[in-house]
């Protein structure tokens, strides 16, 4: 049985946030795809951050009132610290 139709979802995103409290960074980026999500993790993994700096979540998705299903974001988010300029360019190599 096939799902309903896709609506157009808007463009991938990637913000960067100073932590007052910690003075750490925090980085961040919207996907609409869950294999670019993941293929992000897996880089991030691979040079070295870990779970505990990692976070990845779901969020969003709905059916608008024509009963299309528009697909929410995923986000991926980085606890990256000195290490926030390159958590961000390997969330953005996609």
């Known amino acids: 049985m096939p799902g309903a139709p896709l609506a157009v979802v808007p463009g991938m995103t990637t913000d960067r946030e100073h932590i007052e409290a910690t003075q750490g960074e925090r980085v ?3 996907y609409r795809d869950r294999r670019q999500a993941e293929g992000a993790v ?3 993994k ?3 951050f870990g779970d505990d700096q ?3 979540s ?3 998705g709905h059916t608008d009132d024509s009963g299309v299903f528009v697909p929410g974001g995923i986000e ?3 606890t990256a610290d000195e290490r926030a300029s ?3 360019r390997i969330l953005a190599a996609d």
Do not use: N
Request: hydrophobic content about 40%; overall charge neutral.
């Open 76 to 78: 991926v988010i980085v």
């Open 28 to 30: 961040r980026r919207d």
């Open 54 to 56: 990692i976070t990845m």
């Open 46 to 48: 691979a040079r070295g």
């Open 42 to 44: 897996e880089r991030l």
């Open 86 to 88: 390159e958590a961000e």
């Open 58 to 60: 779901t969020h969003g």
